[in-house]
C-alpha cells in the first residue's frame, strides 16, 4: 500500500459510523426531496379539479411527515457533519505531523519549512472546504439525479427523452471547464507556500530589518510574495465563476426548453398541470448535480494533488534504521580522518580531522570564527551525514547507528535555542515528566536556580522565549540539556550570551559533574576554566593545528598562545575603556 494512500485514508479512520450516519442522512435527505416534489403535483392537480390518489387531508398528513423528516435530518447533519470533518481533519494533521517528526535532523534542515507550514493550515483549509465538506452534499446531488430521472421516466417518457437532450447543454459547459481547477489550486498551493515564507522571513527577521534600516526593502519582498498569493487566488475564484456562470447559464437554457416542451403538451392534453410543473421541480434536480458535481470532483482532484504533495515531501527522509546502541559511552568516540563540505564540490570546513574523545574526559574546543568547531558538533549529532572517513562511537560508524539510539546517548547545547509559548518546567521538560528536585537541579547548575525561586516554574516564557533575556534563554537550553542526564554533552558557545561571572560558574558546574563526557566549543580563553579541561584541541582552518593540555599548549608558544594573548589583550582593553583608562 502507497503511503499517500494511508495519509488519505486518515480522513475516514475510525470515522467511519460517523460518516455512514451523515451518508444515510444525505440519501434519506435525497429522499425526501423527491418525495415533496411528488407532494407538489399531487396537490397542484387536486387543487386543478382533477382526480388524484390521495385525499386533501391525507396529502397534508404526508406533508407533515415529510416536513418532520427534513427536520430530522437536518438535526442529524448538525450534529454528525462537524464532529466527522474534526475526526477527519485532525487525524489528517496529526498523521502529517507524525510522519514530520520522523525525518531526521539532516533531511529537515535541509528543506524550507513553508512548504509544511502552507500543507497544515491553507491546503489542510481547502481540503475540508472544498472537498470533505462537500462530499456529502454531491452524494445527495447523486441520489437526486438518480431519483429524479426514474420519477421523469414514470411521468412521461417523450418529456424525459426531451429533458435529457437539453440537460447536454449544462454537461458540455462542464466538461469545457472543469478540469482547469486542479492546475489552479496547486498554483495557489505554492503562492502560498512562498507567501508563508516571506512573511515568516520579515517576522523572524524584523530586528535585523529595523537596525539594518531595511524596512521598504522587507516591505516589498512581502508585498511581492502577497500579491503573487493573492493573484493566484483571484484566477482560482475567476475560474470557478466561469465554470458556476456557464453551468447557471446552461441549466436555465435547459430548464426553460423543457417548460416550453411541458407547456405544448399540456395545451394538447398529454400532460396536466401538476406534471408539467413536477418535470421543472425534478429538471433541477437533473440540472444541480450537473452544475455541481463536475466542480466537485475537480475539487476532489485538487485535494488529493494537495495531499500528495505533502506525502511527497514526508517521504522524503531517511528511516532511522541501524544499529541500536546502549545509552552508556564505554570507551570513546574517534574521528578518523573526517572531511566534511555544505556543498558537494564546495570548499572543505573539516579536512582530514583526527580526533578521540574518551569516555568521562573533558575537551574544549578553540579556534577562530570559521575554523569548523560547530560543524564538529553537528558532524557527532548526526546532523549531517555527508562527510567522508570515519566517526566512531565504541566502535561503531555514526552513520549505521540508529539515531534515536544517539539521541539517548548524546545531548546537544546549541548557540541558536528554541523555546516554546509555555511555562518555563515545559521548556525545560520538554513537556515530559521529571521529578520536581530533578528539575530544579539541572535548572540550579544552568545559573536559573534564583530565577525559578522568584518567578517559580510556571513562569511564562512567550512565543520563542520572549519574555526571558537571551542570557535566561541559553541557560534554559543548558538546564534542559542537563536534564536528561545522557552520558555524552555538547555545548556549542553554551555561555556566549551569559555574563562572565554566571558563565564561569555554569561551566565550572558542568566540569563538576562526574562520569559524563564533556565536548566544550568555547569563545571565551579563560585560564582558571581552560585549565581544568582534560585536552584542548585547536581548530585551524578545519583542521587540529595543536592539541594538549593549557599548560603545555601555553609552553609550546604557538597557535594557541597567539590566541590565548589575543584574547587576554582585548580583555584589558575592554576593562580600561569601561573604567575611562587609556589604552
Known amino acids: 500500500m502507497k503511503k499517500r494512500d494511508g495519509l488519505r485514508r486518515e480522513f475516514f479512520r475510525h470515522n467511519h459510523l460517523l460518516f455512514c450516519a451523515v451518508l444515510g442522512v444525505s440519501a434519506l435527505m435525497a429522499g425526501l426531496n423527491l418525495a415533496l416534489s411528488v407532494l407538489l403535483q399531487q396537490i397542484l392537480d387536486l387543487a386543478s379539479g382533477l382526480s388524484v390518489g390521495f385525499t386533501l387531508a391525507q396529502l397534508v398528513g404526508i406533508s407533515v411527515a415529510v416536513l418532520l423528516g427534513i427536520l430530522a435530518a437536518g438535526i442529524v447533519t448538525c450534529i454528525a457533519k462537524p464532529r466527522f470533518l474534526r475526526r477527519a481533519m485532525t487525524q489528517y494533521k496529526e498523521a502529517a505531523f507524525r510522519e514530520l517528526t520522523k525525518k531526521g535532523a539532516a533531511a529537515f534542515s535541509e528543506e524550507n519549512t513553508s512548504l509544511y507550514l502552507s500543507a497544515l493550515s491553507n491546503d489542510a483549509n481547502s481540503i475540508e472546504t472544498n472537498y470533505l465538506e462537500k462530499l456529502f452534499e454531491s452524494a445527495t446531488q447523486l441520489l437526486l439525479f438518480a431519483g429524479a430521472l426514474v420519477l421523469m421516466l414514470w411521468y412521461s417518457p417523450p418529456m424525459t427523452l426531451a429533458a435529457a437532450l437539453f440537460s447536454s447543454l449544462p454537461v458540455l459547459a462542464a466538461v469545457l471547464t472543469g478540469g482547469r481547477l486542479a492546475p489552479a489550486e496547486q498554483e495557489v498551493s505554492r503562492r502560498s507556500e512562498s507567501f508563508v515564507s516571506a512573511l515568516r522571513d520579515c517576522l523572524a527577521g524584523f530586528s535585523?530589518?529595523?537596525?539594518?534600516?531595511?524596512?521598504?526593502?522587507?516591505?516589498?519582498?512581502?508585498?511581492?510574495?502577497?500579491?503573487?498569493?493573492?493573484?493566484?487566488?483571484?484566477?482560482?475564484?475567476?475560474?470557478?465563476?466561469?465554470?458556476?456562470?456557464?453551468?447557471?447559464?446552461?441549466?436555465?437554457?435547459?430548464?426553460?426548453?423543457?417548460?416550453?416542451?411541458?407547456?405544448?403538451?399540456?395545451?394538447?392534453?398529454?400532460?396536466?398541470?401538476?406534471?408539467?410543473?413536477?418535470?421543472?421541480?425534478?429538471?433541477?434536480?437533473?440540472?444541480?448535480?450537473?452544475?455541481?458535481?463536475?466542480?466537485?470532483?475537480?475539487?476532489?482532484?485538487?485535494?488529493?494533488?494537495?495531499?500528495?504533495?505533502?506525502?511527497?515531501?514526508?517521504?522524503?527522509?531517511?528511516?532511522?534504521?541501524?544499529?541500536?546502541?546502549?545509552?552508556?559511552?564505554?570507551?570513546?568516540?574517534?574521528?578518523?580522518?573526517?572531511?566534511?563540505?555544505?556543498?558537494?564540490?564546495?570548499?572543505?570546513v573539516l579536512e582530514n580531522l583526527s580526533a578521540r574523545f574518551e569516555a568521562g574526559k573533558s575537551y574544549a574546543i578553540v579556534g577562530a570564527s570559521g575554523s569548523g568547531k560547530s560543524t564538529l558538533l553537528s558532524l557527532l549529532m548526526r546532523s549531517f551525514s555527508g562527510y567522508?572517513?570515519?566517526?566512531?562511537?565504541?566502535?561503531?560508524?555514526?552513520?549505521?547507528?540508529?539515531?534515536?539510539?544517539?539521541?539517548?546517548?548524546?545531548?546537544?547545547?546549541?548557540?541558536?535555542?528554541?523555546?516554546?509559548?509555555?511555562?518555563?518546567?515545559?521548556?525545560?521538560?520538554?513537556?515530559?515528566?521529571?521529578?520536581?528536585?530533578?528539575?530544579?537541579?539541572?535548572?540550579?547548575?544552568?545559573?536559573?536556580?534564583?530565577?525559578?525561586?522568584?518567578?517559580?516554574?510556571?513562569?511564562?516564557?512567550?512565543?520563542?522565549?520572549?519574555?526571558?533575556?537571551?542570557?535566561?534563554?541559553?541557560?534554559?537550553?543548558?538546564?534542559?540539556?542537563?536534564l536528561r542526564r545522557t552520558p555524552v554533552l555538547l555545548a556549542d558557545e553554551a555561555t556566549a550570551s551569559l555574563d562572565r561571572e554566571t558563565a564561569f560558574r555554569v561551566t565550572s558546574s558542568l566540569l563538576d559533574l562526574d562520569g559524563l563526557t564533556r565536548i566544550v566549543v568555547t569563545h571565551s580563553l579563560d585560564e582558571p576554566l581552560l585549565s581544568r579541561f582534560d585536552e584542548i584541541l585547536v581548530l585551524r582552518g578545519g583542521r587540529i593545528a595543536e592539541r594538549g593540555s593549557f599548560s603545555s599548549l601555553m609552553s609550546q608558544k604557538s597557535y594557541f598562545f597567539s590566541l590565548f594573548t589575543l584574547s587576554a589583550c582585548g580583555e584589558q582593553a575592554a576593562h580600561a575603556a569601561y573604567r575611562g583608562e587609556p589604552r
Open 208 to 348: 535585523v530589518v529595523k537596525s539594518m534600516k531595511a524596512e521598504p526593502q522587507a516591505f516589498r519582498l512581502f508585498s511581492e510574495s502577497c500579491r503573487a498569493a493573492e493573484k493566484a487566488k483571484s484566477r482560482r475564484r475567476a475560474l470557478n465563476t466561469v465554470i458556476s456562470t456557464a453551468s447557471a447559464l446552461s441549466g436555465a437554457a435547459a430548464q426553460l426548453g423543457v417548460l416550453l416542451v411541458g407547456a405544448v403538451l399540456a395545451l394538447s392534453g398529454s400532460l396536466t398541470p401538476g406534471v408539467v410543473f413536477v418535470f421543472v421541480q425534478l429538471m433541477g434536480f437533473l440540472l444541480e448535480p450537473i452544475s455541481v458535481l463536475p466542480g466537485f470532483f475537480a475539487n476532489r482532484r485538487a485535494a488529493l494533488a494537495l495531499t500528495e504533495k505533502l506525502d511527497t515531501a514526508l517521504s522524503a527522509r531517511t528511516p532511522d534504521g541501524g544499529t541500536e546502541i546502549p545509552p552508556v559511552l564505554r570507551e570513546a568516540i574517534e574521528l578518523k580522518n573526517v572531511s566534511f563540505s555544505y556543498a558537494p564540490q564546495g570548499e572543505p
Open 388 to 482: 567522508t572517513g570515519e566517526i566512531l562511537v565504541d566502535g561503531v560508524e555514526l552513520r549505521g547507528i540508529r539515531t534515536s539510539s544517539l539521541y539517548d546517548l548524546i545531548s546537544h547545547i546549541r548557540q541558536d535555542v528554541f523555546l516554546f509559548q509555555s511555562s518555563l518546567r515545559d521548556n525545560l521538560t520538554m513537556f515530559r515528566e521529571f521529578p520536581a528536585a530533578q528539575v530544579e537541579q539541572a535548572a540550579g547548575l544552568a545559573g536559573l536556580g534564583e530565577f525559578v525561586a522568584e518567578r517559580g516554574l510556571d513562569f511564562p516564557c512567550g512565543e520563542n522565549g520572549g519574555a526571558l533575556s537571551g542570557g535566561e534563554r541559553q541557560r534554559v537550553s543548558i538546564a534542559r540539556a542537563l
